[in-house]
T-cell receptor, first 113, second 113 residues
Framework: EAQVTQNPRYLITVTGKKLTVTCSQN?????MSWYRQDPGLGLRQIYY???????DKGDVPEGYKVSRKEKRNFPLILESPSPNQTSLYFC????????????FGPGTRLTVT | EDKVVQSPLSLVVHEGDTVTLNCSYE??????LLWYKQEKKAPTFLFML????IEKKSGRLSSILDKKELFSILNITATQTGDSAVYLC?????????????FGQGTILTVHP
């Protein structure tokens, strides 16, 4: 089944404790992206990747890191999480370097205390 | 900085009503405008619009883009309770921002029986 998977789905952590949210797609998609969603703010793009070893900042990259060493994986790293990073995170991928046909993962709800 | 503004932020209607959702944007090197529907999970793609004045339709939903006035509308006719969702508008651009997506805040639509 074609899908984007994210792990973990729910995470409660403490300020400063490094964490990684994994994202994997099995569709051989070139484009992958991370978003965060907060009430009243819609979706905001954190980072995106056009292909392996190519990543770019979105609108809200501060406090996050990403890497794209393999086509299928695009992990999101929070080196030192803070409470303002409490949010719902979505990973997405699309077949070409065009964003309209994005497939979204199920989301990761992160709480930083 | 690219900007997308949706209105209204929320809307409550009864089944059978027709609704119009608005999306205005400011973006350098506009490429496309996208509409997504989000229920209690990840967003799903509705429409992509690139050309002015050409209506896209899918059942009771339709959308049109005005590139001169920099806005798009999403119409839903004969609304049903299943149309209750958050509707998100996003724009993407060419050039150095190619691959970057900017979303609006979303419109929360509630359809009562």
């Amino acid at each position: 089944e074609a899908q984007v998977t994210q792990n973990p789905r729910y995470l409660i952590t403490v300020t400063g404790k490094k964490l990684t949210v994994t994202c994997s797609q099995n569709m051989n998609h070139e484009y992958m992206s991370w978003y965060r969603q907060d009430p009243g703010l819609g979706l905001r793009q954190i980072y995106y990747s056009m292909n392996v070893e190519v990543t770019d900042k979105g609108d809200v990259p501060e406090g996050y890191k990403v890497s794209r060493k393999e086509k299928r994986n695009f992990p999101l790293i929070l080196e030192s999480p803070s409470p303002n990073q409490t949010s719902l995170y979505f990973c997405a991928s699309s077949p070409r370097v065009t964003t309209y046909e994005q497939y979204f993962g199920p989301g990761t709800r992160l709480t930083v205390t | 900085e690219d900007k997308v503004v949706q209105s209204p932020l929320s809307l409550v209607v009864h089944e059978g009503d027709t609704v119009t959702l608005n999306c205005s944007y400011e973006v350098t090197n506009f490429r496309s405008l996208l509409w997504y529907k989000q229920e209690k999970k990840a967003p799903t793609f509705l429409f992509m619009l690139t050309s002015s004045g050409i209506e896209k339709k899918s059942g009771r939903l339709s959308s049109i883009l005005d590139k001169k006035e920099l806005f798009s509308i999403l119409n839903i006719t004969a609304t049903q309770t299943g149309d209750s969702a958050v509707y998100l508008c996003a724009v993407e651009a060419w050039g150095t921002s190619y691959g970057k997506l900017t979303f609006g805040q979303g419109t929360i639509l509630t359809v009562h029986p």
